[in-house]
């Protein structure tokens, strides 16, 4: 018994230990960095959700090994059970938007970035966001196929209805007509900035990829203060 207690309390110092190289590490430069830039979280937050990074990517890497990240499949699993997300196309794109080097894995300072903005966003800084989601193939261009393919993932189905895809072929025509301010049948960035500034609801017209105030608020709840509890 004794044997199993000083291991469990070997296994805590370890862990204790690589959360606090990780907040050394990360927190100092990104603070130094961003801290004074207007920046969403203080210093206290942004080490909460260092530990909350580290207990979402499982096991301390090896000694000698750096963390590298939380992959598609974690993180999809987190916009799926913490924020409720269950559409692939979307969660492939929020992401791939927190991938900011394409690298195929979320990284610590990745993870703070892009949560400022998925938790605490500013308006200009949802649009950017939207958008990137919303462009499927980086192209800088929201496209009619990808609206298509968008819509018809978000919408419900109903089963009356004979040819449900023509029913979404002519949303997104009525979408365009709405959006598209330059008429060259796709969204660029501004004419997605110009209809979502004229009417706010237009932000998620694609499909749910930020998430909802109770959301936000169990999670900052969970992380930000039961973290810091004794």
Known sequence: MSEMSAMNRK????????????????????VLMNYNKNEKFNKTEIECLIREFTVLLGEPAAPGR????????????????????TDDMIMDGVFRTFDNDNDGFVGIKEWI???????RGTLDE???????????????????????????????????EEDP???????????????????DGRLSFGDFEKAVREENLLLEAFGTCLPDTTSIEIFEQRVFQEQLEP
């Open 66 to 85: 750096a963390v590298t990240g939380l992959d598609r499949a974690k993180f999809r699993s987190i916009l799926h059970n913490v924020f409720g997300m």
């Open 11 to 30: 296994l805590k110092q370890t862990v204790a230990e690589t959360i606090s190289k990780q907040v050394e590490c990360v927190l100092n430069p990104f």
């Open 165 to 183: 895809d023509e029913g979404i072929k002519d949303l997104v025509e009525i979408t365009l007509k709405k959006m598209d301010h330059d008429h």
């Open 126 to 160: 949802k649009i950017k966001y939207c958008f990137h989601v919303y462009d499927l193939n980086g192209d800088n261009y929201i496209s009619r196929e990808e609206m298509f393919h968008m819509l018809k993932n978000s919408l419900i189905r109903q089963p009356t």
């Open 113 to 119: 970035e892009g949560l400022s903005v998925f938790l």
